[in-house]
């Protein structure tokens, strides 16, 4: 996931892209399923058990998974309306690898829920709702690709077989 793949999908580069990225520019998208952000958590963490507050999130060190155009790029500055900062401990290109580095230490990872879900399940990691005072939102995740590709039936073809593992994926909503 980077800057250029939206480049790469206008060259005729890449044919299709998935993401959940805030911009894909002047491309043809279809919505697949919305995804919502969680915390992800080592199972024994102090935060486990409680409601979480905003003074809780902030008191522990966090790993920053830092996709170009994130959605999570808006925490840092609600956080700043409020007067509070986090504690940045690790940042990373993916969410997959984020969760192992919550397992064992202090660390909590923002990260999306159908992830979280799945990293709970292989790595006995716990998940926490976010402060309802500091919302993380939600967001599309997407198949994108180029205009010229609207009537190629192959592509047409490509789409839809997105679309149906979209629609399998929804079904667990």
């Given at each position: 996931?980077?800057?250029?793949?939206?480049?790469?999908?206008?060259?005729?580069?890449?044919d299709l892209c998935l993401t959940g990225q805030a911009s894909c520019?002047?491309?043809?998208?279809?919505?697949?399923?919305?995804e919502r952000f969680v915390l992800a958590a080592r199972a024994d963490?102090?935060?486990?058990?409680?409601?979480?507050?905003?003074?809780?999130?902030?008191?522990?060190?966090?790993?920053?998974?830092?996709?170009?155009?994130?959605?999570?790029?808006?925490?840092?500055?609600?956080?700043?309306?409020?007067?509070?900062?986090?504690?940045?401990?690790?940042?990373?290109?993916?969410?997959?690898?984020?969760?192992?580095?919550?397992?064992?230490?202090?660390?909590?990872?923002?990260?999306?829920?159908?992830?979280?879900?799945?990293?709970?399940?292989?790595?006995?990691?716990?998940?926490?709702?976010?402060?309802?005072?500091?919302?993380?939102?939600?967001?599309?995740?997407?198949?994108?690709?180029?205009?010229?590709?609207?009537?190629?039936?192959?592509?047409?073809?490509l789409r839809g077989l997105v679309r149906q593992a979209g629609r399998?994926?929804?079904?667990?909503?």
């Amino acid at each position: 996931i980077s800057e250029s793949m939206f480049e790469m999908l206008e060259s005729g580069f890449l044919d299709l892209c998935l993401t959940g990225q805030a911009s894909c520019r002047e491309l043809q998208v279809e919505v697949l399923f919305r995804e919502r952000f969680v915390l992800a958590a080592r199972a024994d963490h102090p935060l486990v058990g409680a409601p979480m507050t905003v003074e809780g999130f902030v008191a522990y060190p966090h790993v920053m998974v830092d996709v170009v155009h994130s959605r999570l790029h808006g925490i840092d500055e609600r956080l700043a309306g409020l007067f509070l900062q986090r504690r940045i401990a690790l940042r990373m290109p993916s969410f997959l690898a984020a969760a192992y580095f919550a397992r064992d230490s202090d660390l909590i990872v923002p990260i999306p829920e159908r992830i979280a879900a799945i990293q709970a399940r292989s790595l006995g990691l716990a998940i926490l709702q976010p402060p309802p005072a500091l919302d993380l939102g939600a967001y599309d995740y997407v198949q994108a690709w180029h205009a010229r590709r609207n009537d190629d039936p192959l592509h047409q073809w490509l789409r839809g077989l997105v679309r149906q593992a979209g629609r399998r994926i929804r079904v667990g909503d």
